[in-house]
């Protein structure tokens, strides 16, 4: 833990070290989040707006498996919402994957949202779910096979899962 006296210190380390990669995710933000001169109406509450903007706000500061964790709850929980909000009370704690099948099969999504959404569903698993070490869909498993730094994957995930996020949200627009 930092000591109050380092508090400052290491403030200014962090923003001289990631300021430049944080204004460029921030740019990427801001060209990717979709526009409304209305705004967006979301199901769910406090909660799924909190998600939204924790989401963004990791991923500006490089938290990318906050970010995807918390973008597939976002997806998860609007879905819910709005089945609730129709009176399906029966899919209050349905998983990820029965909420996708429910809002394909309501065409409330199409089937490359639905592959799409499936996707960083399953982005998200092994981060909250144990796996075996180099499991198929780990991390771990997936830098090796990729020849490439868990840390790239991890940004790269978490740059599908607010794209996705974005495309959810776009469809929340009033």
Not at 18 to 37: G, M
Not at 54 to 75: H, N
């Amino acid at each position: 833990m930092v000591d109050r006296s380092d508090a400052r210190d290491w403030i200014e380390h962090e923003d001289a070290v990631a300021r430049a990669d944080r204004i460029a995710r921030l740019e990427w933000l801001a060209s990717n989040y979709p526009s409304n001169e209305l705004g967006f109406m979301l199901n769910g509450g406090w909660l799924s707006h909190r998600l939204l903007e924790e989401a963004k706000y990791c991923f500006a500061y490089g938290q990318f498996l906050a970010t995807a964790i918390l973008g597939v709850a976002f997806i998860e929980r609007l879905l819910a919402a709005r089945f609730f909000a129709a009176g399906r009370d029966d899919l209050e704690r349905s998983s990820g994957l029965d909420l996708l099948r429910e809002s394909l099969k309501s065409a409330w999504v199409s089937q490359e949202e639905f592959d799409q959404f499936d996707r960083v569903r399953r982005l998200r698993n092994p981060i909250v779910h144990f796996r075996r070490p180099l499991a198929v869909d780990t991390i771990e498993y997936r830098a090796v096979k990729a020849d490439a730094h868990p840390d790239e994957l991890v940004e790269r995930d978490a740059r599908e899962i607010l794209t996705s996020v974005f495309r959810v949200l776009q469809r929340s627009a009033v």
